[in-house]
């Protein structure tokens, strides 16, 4: 399911304003330990930032599966890195409008290359100010992480629209609820993605492609394999690396040649749904946003899932694994 905030709610595949971002804990696997956000393009070592990226995973998060056949939205994290500016220009010459997550800590010396992402027509989102787990920081830190980098992002894109992606892909309804209880609740998210999560013999993450010595024409290929497997959806890359800039130049303009979209991260279809679904008013502690329905339901309310069209039940605020025979769903949303 989605999650996004509205209104003080944060929803998964739901518009968000927060509110639908929450994730479904139960479907966390906390594997790794949370380390500082990535150093400036660390192509030579695996990027322990991003190690075990892959299995967390937030059942409620926001997807982009719901996208037209042969059509992707590009989304780069942990920047502004040395080369981000290069990126963001060489995108707009294809008229690619990406998404650009930054952390606020890399910020302060590169405000010129967070102004030229806004310039050049992409989005600014937020992915926290250190890259830390959220859902192992007290209230107050959440809120610090997302505030903080919320400075940036607002002082150079004012109007909005705010999009958040959560550090490791790690959501649940406690981190929603904090953020929607304060001004944050702005925030759509937490927005997941479908190509780029895992280096396996058909797929691909640019991290640790360079941390494992892959080369920049063989991460292209499993970043490409995979998309023709997907056959959409949202790509996830870190432009702190240098070797992903070079990896993006190469395979753009073969997507492009056989017939692939590039779209922006507001006209993916869970996105839209969180962001139109801001206006509504708050929900109570123990329900659920879902960006299957894009909206929140009550308590032991079973919906089965666009992102992966298994069943999940909303408890306290959260959402549980469930099944199509779960006795306790007082209701129950099939696809």
């Given at each position: 399911m989605d999650?996004?905030?509205r ?15 929450s ?5 966390l696997v ?5 380390v500082?956000?990535?150093?400036a ?10 190690a075990?990226?892959?299995e967390?995973?937030a ?20 920047g502004?890195?040395?080369r981000?500016?290069e ?8 008229g ?10 890399n ?6 290359l ?13 992915h926290t100010?250190?890259?830390l ?14 505030e903080?980098t919320?400075?940036?992002i607002?002082?150079?894109q004012?109007?909005?629209?705010f999009?958040?992606?959560a550090p ?5 309804g406690?981190?929603t609820r ?8 702005k ?30 024409a ?12 997907k056959?959409r ?7 702190i690396?240098?070797?992903?800039i070079?990896m993006v ?9 056989q017939g692939?979209k ?28 879902s ?10 309310v ?7 069209s298994?069943w ?24």
């Amino acid at each position: 399911m989605d999650v996004h905030v509205r209104r003080g709610v944060l929803q998964r595949g739901t518009p968000m304003p927060f509110a639908r971002l929450s994730a479904l804990a139960a479907s966390l696997v906390l594997a790794s330990t949370v380390v500082a956000g990535c150093a400036a393009d660390v192509d030579e070592e695996e990027d322990p930032v991003h190690a075990g990226e892959e299995e967390l995973v937030a059942e409620r998060q926001l997807f982009g599966n719901e996208l037209p056949d042969k059509t992707l939205s590009l989304t780069f994290d942990d920047g502004p890195g040395p080369r981000t500016g290069e990126l963001a220009d060489w995108l707009a010459t294809k008229g690619i409008k990406a998404t650009f997550f930054i952390n606020g800590k890399n910020v302060p010396g590169r405000q010129a290359l967070v102004d030229k992402i806004v310039a050049r027509g992409h989005l600014l989102a937020n992915h926290t100010q250190h890259h830390l787990q959220l859902t192992s920081l007290s209230s107050a830190k959440v809120i610090d992480e997302v505030e903080d980098t919320d400075a940036f992002i607002v002082d150079a894109q004012p109007r909005g629209p705010f999009v958040l992606r959560a550090p490791f892909g790690a959501w649940n309804g406690t981190v929603t609820r904090t953020i929607n209880r304060t001004p944050m609740k702005k925030y759509v998210g937490s927005v997941f993605w479908d190509v780029g999560g895992e280096l396996t013999t058909t797929t691909a993450a640019d991290w640790a492609c360079w941390g494992k010595g892959v080369s920049i024409a063989r991460c292209g290929e499993l970043y490409m394999n995979e998309m023709r497997a997907k056959r959409r959806g949202i790509v996830l890359m870190h432009d702190i690396h240098g070797k992903t800039i070079d990896m993006v130049k190469e395979i753009v303009p073969k997507l492009l040649a056989q017939g692939w979209k590039f779209v922006p991260l507001t006209s993916v279809p869970s996105v839209k749904r969180a962001l139109d679904g801001r206006a509504l008013p708050a929900q109570p502690d123990d329900s659920c946003e879902s960006a299957t329905l894009g909206r929140s339901v009550a308590e032991d309310v079973c919906v089965q899932a666009r992102s992966d069209s298994k069943w999940y039940r909303c408890l306290d605020g959260d959402w549980i694994g469930s099944t199509a025979t779960d006795t306790k769903c007082a209701r129950r949303y099939p696809l």
